[in-house]
């Protein structure tokens, strides 16, 4: 499932004086299939961006397309003069919202905050039936959802979302939105507010579905560990603009960028980067602890358990 | 954005009026709601219109600003205006005449009056909020409401409601938007439908925010606890209300305006 | 300053007699020292924080913040006044519309003069640096900001301690860092005794000493050095080391003459060195 961004641009306030250019001209492709993590510190408009690929939030410039399908296209509140007109009008406009928020899913940060049914069951079913399936198909989908968030149906369907431990609210509120199959996920900050224990499960979760489902996935995130960790491409944002784009291992190449605007590379970044100024001959790129631990294995010749070269 | 409101309508400066205590200006506030009534003759009016314009010149904040007021109640006006002018009995032969519908000099004079009276009136209250900081202004009540602790009127509790509520309008708003667009991602539709349905549609939204709310009630009095709060009992406060000679002349000036709509 | 004898605590809404959300807690804390509290989500960790400042009563045992009793509950405010508490969520802690008043909030409740109340709330505001902030609103600032706002309304009380209850957890990497640089500042600086609670091990590295939480117990405790070298038992209740540390633990497994103790970026890079 492709995402095609045009020159989208979103200005909050036009024409007062709080104006505000959120998003500045972005161009962006991210391909079908992919696992994207978007980069960013507060303020540079990762979440404004987001909101548009969901259809809550409306470009004041550019366009959006889905694989093939133009989300953005259409979403205008037109003032026709004829009542039935305006009907007909408001009408194709929900279905349109309905079909962008079924081909797109997006989950907000702490979404645990917007559960609100007297079951899980109930709460997981509210997009689908939102969506207009029958109660049938929607439970069928909720069983999906669940499963695939690693909660058992019978075991949790009549319980109370307001019961469960934080990092099961959570789970549930994720469920509620793949309950709508979204060929896109997108997570606001997952993993805000967890221990590292519930980090781990959720962003394995995560990985998870984008493997056995081939979902697209993208993941707004303050990790960068996490981040090195999981993704394949990594996109950082700064001003409404899109400041490197690629492999996190190009991205994080750019210490002295990232820090310029106020940002972190992971540990073993830095490490990399020491090392190699003291003259050490090895990959600067590496980022994860097992790449490091073999790295310096082979080059102070020893063998680490697997025998792998760096 | 939904951050931006501003409750009161605050207009930050730093003129007379502004400078003036709280306390003076809630007062000085009510005389002048009283005054409104008092006067019925067109020269009167004028005593009024010279004193809230001067009132207005003095505290710097832009006519047009203290007109923008006016706008959300201008319905308000328009329809009172209409139903004095139609219903008001009149002696002597109609004004104008169409069918039933009959318009008596009486009519047009008291609706001319009473539109007058609502503009002044509304002009008269903001000029209070938009010199007077909301927590000048709760301070403000605090103290007037002081001396009727003694009835068992909780003043100190309803001046700290009013500051909680205050801060945290605009919390309980941003959160309102957030919880609104997550639910809008899994499908939700606040915006059509009959109004059976759309209040139906507001469930996923207000369980959330009450739950959150009261989270937060909750926390925040935990918080408050843990800083030494204990009602208004042995407390006292950083900023002091003082009058100075600002407020004197303000009484005076007050009390001549009074005394002149009284006798006219 | 702090010290707990053979503390238990049970909710009041827990059923089983024998279910302990804080099992024999035994702990010492000394003037200007700055401990770190870690812990996964329900360890106990925050239940503590609420013991120290008497918001909770121990169910057996004792606990005394600067020689007082938290039972006794005629020394509740003075035990408040010496043990300040800093809360996880930036928002539901400040009570004023304006940042100034908010500071004023502790002092005002403590009954002192109003000349006094604007001296430590300007000298409160300084020592976070938000001098420059005193007459905003707290809903125009960052979530680092508020954080920082929330403890200035702390130091005015002029607290012998400050407990802080998970003040990073909602805030992104630049409040973090404001926040812990504020932190570190006041214990160095001020020699104020800090408790620190919070799961991100990073935060740790700096601190004098180390408690480990797990189940309502103190599991692990010593000087960052002593805790993060014990990555198989931090692992095992689902905790994190800092990747350097990892990395220093790993490499010294198979066979590097490494201390597997490093915690900072520089430090293993220099025994690095000594190895080439």
């Known amino acids: 499932m492709s995402i095609k961004i045009t020159d989208l641009s979103h200005i909050y306030d036009r024409n007062t004086p709080n104006e505000t250019v959120a998003i500045d001209q972005i161009n962006l492709t991210i391909e079908s299939g992919q696992f994207v993590g978007l980069i960013g510190h507060t303020g540079s408009g990762k979440s404004t961006l987001i909101q548009h690929l969901n259809g809550l939030l409306k470009p004041s410039e550019g366009e959006i397309v889905v694989s093939g399908y133009n989300i953005t296209e259409g979403l205008d509140q037109t003032h026709s003069k004829k009542r039935s007109q305006r009907k007909k009008e408001a009408r194709a406009r929900k279905k349109k919202l309905i079909e962008v928020r079924r081909r797109v899913g997006l989950v907000f940060q702490y979404p645990e905050y917007q559960l609100f049914e007297e079951t899980v069951e109930k709460d997981v079913a509210f997009g689908p039936l939102n969506l207009g399936l029958s109660d049938a198909d929607a439970i069928e989908r909720v069983k999906e959802a669940l499963s695939l968030v690693g909660m058992d149906y019978n075991d949790y369907k009549d319980r109370s979302p307001f019961d469960l431990s934080g990092g099961q609210k959570r789970r549930v509120a994720i469920a509620g939105v793949l309950a709508m199959k979204p060929e896109v996920l997108i997570l606001d900050e997952p993993t805000a507010g967890l221990d590292p224990k519930g980090r781990d499960e959720i962003l394995g979760q995560i990985k998870h579905l984008h493997e056995k489902e081939g979902m697209t996935v993208i993941i707004v995130s303050h990790s960068m560990e996490d981040m090195a960790k999981i993704s394949e491409r990594l996109i950082v944002m700064n001003r409404g603009r899109i400041v490197l784009d690629g492999h996190p291992k190009e991205v994080f190449k750019h210490i002295d960028r990232l820090e310029e605007i106020g940002l972190a590379v992971p540990q073993i970044s830095y490490l990399a980067r020491a090392l190699v100024e003291k003259g050490f001959d090895i990959d600067p790129t590496i980022l994860t602890v097992e790449e490091a631990t073999q790295c310096l294995a082979q080059k102070l010749n020893r063998k680490t358990k697997s025998g792998e070269l760096c | 954005m939904l951050r931006d409101i501003t409750i009161g309508q605050y207009y930050a400066s730093d003129s007379v009026i502004h400078r003036m205590d709280p306390r003076f200006k809630i007062v000085a506030s009510m005389l002048y709601l009283v005054s409104l009534f008092l006067v019925d003759q067109i020269i009167a009016y004028l005593a009024v219109v010279l004193f809230i314009g001067s009132v207005i010149k003095l505290s710097r904040v832009p006519v047009g600003y203290v007109l923008k007021g006016l706008k959300p109640i201008f319905l308000l006006i328009v329809f009172a205006f209409v139903i004095n002018i139609f219903l008001t009995p009149g002696q002597g032969s109609p004004v104008f005449e169409v069918g039933f519908i009959k318009i008596y000099a009486e009519g047009i004079e008291r609706a001319f009056f009473m539109a007058i009276r609502l503009i002044l009136l509304i002009i008269g209250t903001s000029m209070l909020t938009l010199t007077t900081s909301p927590i000048e202004l709760t301070d403000g009540i605090e103290y007037l409401l002081n001396p009727f602790k003694k009835i068992g009127l909780p003043a100190h509790e309803l001046a700290m409601m009013m500051t909680i509520a205050l801060r945290f309008i605009p919390t309980l708003l941003e959160e309102t938007d957030k919880i609104m667009k997550a639910q809008m991602a899994r499908g939700a539709d606040f915006e059509s439908g009959n109004i059976m349905n759309r209040a139906k549609a507001l469930i996923p939204l207000l369980v959330p925010l009450f739950i959150s709310a009261f989270r937060r009630a909750d926390e925040l009095a935990m918080a408050m606890e843990a800083r030494c709060y204990k009602g208004g009992e042995g407390r006292t406060r950083m900023k002091v209300l003082k009058y100075s000679v600002l407020d004197l002349w303000g009484v005076g000036i007050v009390t001549l305006y009074m005394a002149i709509c009284v006798v006219m | ?276």
């Open chain 3, 1 to 276: 300053m702090i010290v707990t004898e053979n503390l238990y605590f049970r909710y009041a809404d827990e059923k089983d007699e024998n279910c302990f959300a804080l099992k024999n807690v035994n702990i010492k804390i000394k003037d200007g020292e700055f401990v770190v509290i870690i812990g996964h989500n329900g360890s106990g960790k925050s239940t503590l924080s609420k013991l120290l400042n008497g918001i909770y009563y121990p169910t057996q045992g004792k606990i005394f913040i600067d020689q007082l009793d938290t039972s006794d509950e005629s020394l509740i405010w003075e035990i408040r006044k010496r043990a300040g508490m800093v809360f996880q969520n930036p928002d539901n802690q400040l009570v004023a519309t304006i940042v100034e008043e908010d500071v004023a909030f502790g002092p005002e409740n403590m009954g002192l003069s109003s000349a006094e109340i604007r001296l430590r709330v300007d000298e409160a505001l300084d020592s976070v640096s938000m001098g420059d902030f005193k007459r905003k609103p707290p809903h125009h600032l960052s979530g680092g900001q508020k954080q920082r706002v929330a403890i200035a309304g702390i130091l005015a009380m002029k607290p012998k301690c400050i407990i802080f209850d998970e003040p990073t957890a909602m805030l992104d990497p630049s409040g973090r860092k404001e926040v812990m640089e504020t932190i570190r500042y006041l214990n160095a600086h001020d020699r104020m005794t800090v408790v620190h609670i919070t799961h991100f091990m990073d935060e740790a590295v700096h601190a004098d000493r180390i408690l480990v939480m797990d189940e309502g117990e103190i599991v692990l405790e010593g000087t960052p050095k002593e805790v993060f070298s014990q990555v198989d038992t931090l692992k095992s209740i689902g905790l994190d080391v800092p990747q350097v540390t990892l990395l220093s633990y790993e490499l010294k497994k198979i066979g590097f003459d490494l201390s597997g103790e490093n915690l900072t970026v520089e430090e293993l890079v220099e025994e690095l060195c000594q190895l080439k």
